[in-house]
């Protein structure tokens, strides 16, 4: 999970300049609150208009997306009850929004001029305006895929460094845990991890995961945590001597089974719990107690508690792909139809590696 | 709950002396393992001997114990399965060890000697030989009531104090919530927090001891969880704008409610968890993904984790006690006979204050 920056409530709420061009905007609504897994109805890709200027004086952007990232934390503003406060939750009838690569199409703003590529919130939609470009970051390295900017170069990329390195503090020669390690944040955490030597392990959901922690990703070991029997005992045979640092994504059976393993004075950065999403209430009771007996640190986080840290980020990641030390897997489907089953099959596991959307390639 | 310095595993188990006067020795020892509350029947005293000498050439010393200390985390020691790592399980059969102030009746060991007053880790019995006196400090200021070195100087007095501040990092201003807040760490707890200038609110488990924290312990609140119908509830009245630093004792249905009323940035040091440790299984099942949703870190900890800042403590606090500035209430049980029942009684939450047993006062 890769919660976004400080979220820009109501993008597209301005009044519509009255001059410019308009064109059809295909848009993904929610069509209303989603209870237990959330599927492709639970969403609806509708058509409007949007006017391709912002009202002169007004500070405002207008951006075409380009690449919409697809997260599993956007399930948690899904529903009716009260948001976990970092985001509001999103609201029937309206777009939705979230983190996306875009191209400036017209700029009220002294920083942004059209053609500028950004990363930032924005709608789940063809063009969006955004009142307040606070939250956009214009990409400094258009060298790489575009879409890098929805993952290791944006949020899933921060979320990883900061949590790997921020929150648990990992080091040199320990032993590291990562959950849905092939996923958007967890490939990038096993790969900063092996590069300061340590040694990782991650689990996936199938094989063809496990496959690529191992063969493409770098990960010392891997299993397929659906065909163990007993996590347990997969954690005891991958770690003999315990865990130093776990990189939560999943929660639930998983994070027992973790705490178990963990040795004295070990951390757990807590970046989602994916497991959790689709239940009324959580499931699991793992024994805190051990955080006790342990002196175990768990901690959770959000990229933007780091966005201070970003530009540096963003030059030593972009160091890292050019030289080949950190791969990155994107799973790309197309048009803004193809995004509700997108996000949807992300709670199927259905993506391998980085699910994006593709829109436009500029 | 307040975890003895690393246990100084089976202190009695060495040969004895053969020589020195041998005098009676009444003992508890466990019974059998215990599942489910702990009962007076599930130990027992019996009468041994004690030989008053150590032998030649040997660094180990016979303490006669003065003080018992009955702390809640023993019974996480009295069952069968693995304990969770950082003491061993007791043993049945065998005598139970603890945290006590002893009186030095003979020695080998060139830092004590007869008549001198320690505290640390001793059995539950009248006289120890403790073959290994590494985990036994001297007491310096013997002007206090000699118990309070199972308490307010001792274990749970660091265990307060390191909890509040080197772990939960409290700071002047901020909201502090402490659960079991009359017991030997939470009364500690709740006026080193209001010293510092912290807001700070107990729960407790009776009318009286709510009394006790709000007109003897100097909480600005303080209210009876059993009366309360929604925990939640409870702690958004006392906490409109919600808790900064939970001081967590007692796990279960008060961790859930806490985690739903942490601020962001919020921290949790978990020093025990009361509510959970006569289950076979953990029950409730906190939402932990509010750690990531605002940032909230929550740390286990052991008072032997800031052991080597114990003197300075000590110092410190025994300022505070001549001055006034911190209180310590005792709930005292005279005799080795009335140990089982007062170490049960913490349970059911019969002791008001520190549960201490005096076997001797001198």
Redesign the interface.
Known sequence: ?E?PPPAVAAVVASPEPEEGDLVTNKRVILKRYVTGCPRVEDMEVVSGTARLAVTPGSPAVVVKNLYLSCDTYMR?RMRRRA????VPNYVPGEVLENCAVSKVVASGHPDFKPGDLLWGVTGWEEYTLITDPRFCHKISYPEFPLSYYTGVLGVPGITAYAGLFQVAKAKKGEYVFVSAASGAVGQIVGQLAKLIGCYVVGSAGSDEKVNLLKNKLGYHDAFNYKKELDLNAALKRCFPDGIDVYFENV?GAM?DAVLRNMR?YGRIA????VS??NLE??????????????????????AS?YAGGYRRFEEEMARYLREGKVVYVEDVAEGIEAAPAALVGLFAGRNVGKQVVALARE
Chains 1, 2 share one sequence.
């Not at 948001?83 to 970092?86: G, I, L």
């Not at 807590?270 to 719990?273: I, K, P, S």
């Not at 209430?281 to 959000?302: N, T, Y």
């Open positions: 999970m919660p948690t948001a976990p406060s970092f929660g994070l004295q807590v970046c989602g719990q959790q999403y209430r959580p499931d699991g009771a793992p024994d805190l107690f051990l955080l006790v007996a342990k002196s175990l640190r768990m901690e959770g986080f959000l508690d």
